[in-house]
């Protein structure tokens, strides 16, 4: 049974380049959220995919945007990177319906740096 | 709106010592509660959740915590700590009947287990 897969698993870009970080949810899943975890920080939520719309934001620029596929499947993109935008890229994924939509599992993360 | 208090960001504790990691929350509604581990490199692994019942609940790994909804708190404990266990521990909320609902984490507390 394969869990949450995520790539890539690093990734280095530039200030003003764009990125876009690829999520396939647990088998079964078809809810795929996005946190970003700075260096030393919990994760912070992003945006969360449900039946192919974004249903939930947390406090992120326009800049941030996501997509989910037909088959659940997720990216998340990011223009105009900046600094600040480095961190690690969680996924998680869960099942809507069960109980509140938890537990969310989660990927192993993609290591986003930015020069 | 949920927020997560860690009152303690690392924990240093010698091996088949007990443990305790404390977490509080604050929030307006009811929630869910959780606590997940980090190994470095890794995403986070569910250890235990708490969504209704009994407000002790037990985990992997032999970890278990208690639900104090009169002190807001879902403090974690092990009564035999192994150098394995060392890692980054985040304690994390979800407001209950909120269908697209997602996790606001604490800033996490390491664990330092050593011989």
């Known amino acids: 049974d394969a869990g949450v897969t995520q790539s890539p698993t690093h990734l280095i870009k530039t200030r003003g380049q764009q990125v876009t970080l690829r999520c396939s949810p647990k088998?079964?899943?078809?809810?795929v959220s996005w946190y970003q975890q700075a260096l030393g920080q919990g994760p912070q939520f992003i945006f969360q995919?449900?039946?192919?719309?974004?249903?939930q934001r947390g406090n992120f620029p326009d800049r941030f945007s996501g997509h989910q596929f037909p088959n659940y499947s997720s990216e998340l993109n990011v223009n105009a990177l900046l600094l600040g935008d480095s961190a690690l890229y969680l996924c998680?994924?869960?099942?809507?319906?069960?109980?509140?939509?938890?537990?969310?599992?989660f990927g192993d993360g993609t290591r986003l740096s930015i020069l | 709106a949920q927020s997560v208090t860690q009152l303690d960001s690392q924990v240093p504790v010698f091996e088949e010592a007990p443990v305790e990691l404390r977490c509080n929350y604050s929030?307006?509604?009811?929630?869910?509660l959780f606590w997940y581990v980090q190994y470095p490199n890794q995403g986070l692994q569910l250890l235990l959740k708490?969504?209704?019942?009994?407000?002790l609940v037990k985990g992997i790994n032999g970890f278990e915590a208690e639900f104090n909804k009169s002190q807001t708190s879902f403090h974690l404990r092990k009564p035999s700590v192994h150098i394995s266990d060392t890692a980054e521990y985040f304690c994390?909320?979800?407001?209950?009947?909120?269908?697209?609902?997602?996790?606001?984490f604490g800033k996490g507390t390491m664990l330092l287990v050593s011989p």
């Open positions: 995919y449900y039946e192919e719309e974004e249903r």
């Open positions: 998680a994924s869960s099942l809507m319906g069960s109980e509140n939509n938890q537990p969310q599992h």
């Open positions: 088998s079964g899943h078809d809810t």
């Open positions: 929030s307006s509604v009811s929630v869910y």
């Open positions: 708490y969504l209704s019942g009994s407000t």
């Open positions: 994390a909320v979800s407001a209950m009947n909120s269908g697209y609902s997602t996790l606001t």
